[in-house]
């Protein structure tokens, strides 16, 4: 098949795996860098996760505009969120915004989320959190509904592969959809993991007798092939897992 059909298809397995594992519900959205055009990019139109499929996947420029100038459909409000994120890391293949409350608390708190989970460990050891009242006040509606605010996003993520937002959930990026994929649904285990060791701590213990990865194990874990058989067997599995298999084999 041809490298479009393909990404469309691979965008929709993630869409329906990111779903069932609730990373994404009715909301939130995952994109894959178009794979012919650097300067465009795959989402589908605004519709909940679980019932996207190929035909309603769009083509747009970095700035969120559609390809199709003539395109009626509606879109995702935050799509400027992936062209944010797009335009300022070439490296990136595929970005996903979540509401996964698991992460919240660490997006309000001054508590920092700490990769403490050997699956999570290749999101990395900063995990930096935007707050978008830093730049455009405190009457925003929260929503990145411009690309000025999803460059701001995209500079407090900077090459780190998650950036929590405040109130709100988390961006993170991939190389490829599955190494996306893989991360983001081990995120919000990771998150739930450190609050029940938190709540195993003594009061004003903090994390302070938890151990969390270290930065060796961190880089060995952020070093690792994401298309080794190994670290794809989960892809398959989750693809199976939600129906998706026939697009896992045309």
Request: hydrophobic residues 40%.
């Amino acid at each position: 098949m041809d490298a479009v059909t393909s990404a469309k298809r691979t965008l929709v397995i993630a869409n329906r795996i990111l779903a069932h594992y609730d990373v994404l519900d009715a909301y939130g959205h995952v994109s894959v860098r178009h794979p012919h055009d650097p300067s465009r990019y795959l989402l589908s139109r605004s519709l909940s996760p679980a019932s996207v499929t190929e035909d309603d996947i769009i083509e747009f420029h970095l700035d969120g505009r559609p390809v199709d100038a003539d395109e009626k459909r509606p879109l995702y409000l935050e799509r400027f969120i992936h062209g944010g994120v797009f335009e300022a890391r070439p490296e990136v293949n595929s970005v996903l915004h979540s509401h996964a409350e698991d992460v919240l608390p660490f997006s309000i708190t001054k508590q920092p989320m700490l990769p403490v989970i050997h699956t999570a460990g290749n999101m990395g050891g900063t995990i930096p959190v935007w707050d978008i009242a830093d730049k455009f006040g405190s009457n925003t509606n929260l929503l990145v509904s411009n690309m000025e605010q999803g460059r701001d996003l995209a500079r407090c993520l900077d090459c780190n592969r998650i950036a929590l937002m405040r109130t709100h959930g988390f961006v993170s990026t991939g190389v490829s959809i599955p190494d996306l994929v893989r991360l983001a649904v081990y995120i919000p285990r990771n998150a739930r993991v450190q609050m029940a060791a938190m709540r195993m701590c003594s009061p004003g213990e903090g994390m302070a007798n938890i151990r969390v990865l270290s930065p060796g194990e961190i880089a060995a874990r952020v070093g690792l092939d994401p298309d080794t058989p190994a670290m794809r067997r989960g892809w398959d599995y989750w693809a199976r897992e939600v129906g998706c298999e026939h697009l896992l084999s045309e």
